[in-house]
């Protein structure tokens, strides 16, 4: 795993600092859990007041990546889990008035999962 702030980092968020692990331990544990067999996972903080958590592997269809933030969802995977991981980062994100996005491909490459934490 690696961590990378960026000089334009804003990290100082209206969140209750548990809230905060909560959601960025889902999102590293969930890129560790569904990426490949060798998972890497790298957070980055910024620019701006924004975390993002990628981790390679192959392309989640649009469709399914809709619908992964929603309680119980889960995509095609033989690992445990109950699909109630993105939906409580999700949950936690609004209630303090920000947003999780997905993306997959990850942004700026052609394979992997993104999940971006954005506070206004």
């Not at 890497?40 to 903080?45: L, S």
């Not at 007041?49 to 933030?69: D, I, N, T």
Request: glycine share 10%.
């Amino acid at each position: 795993m690696s961590l990378k702030v960026l000089d334009d980092a804003d990290m100082v968020w209206p969140i209750d600092p548990d809230a905060f692990a909560i959601a960025l331990r889902n999102l590293i544990q969930n890129g560790l859990s569904h990426g490949e067999k060798d998972p890497t996972v790298e957070v980055i903080a910024g620019p701006g007041a924004v975390m993002r958590v990628f981790s390679r592997g192959s392309v989640v269809p649009a469709e399914l990546l809709a619908k992964l933030s929603q309680r119980y969802a889960r995509g095609d995977t033989a690992c445990r889990g109950t699909g109630l991981g993105l939906a409580i980062v999700d949950a936690i994100m609004e209630q303090v008035g920000g947003h999780l996005s997905l993306h997959s491909p990850a942004s700026g490459r052609s394979d992997g999962f993104e999940a971006q934490l954005s506070l206004p």
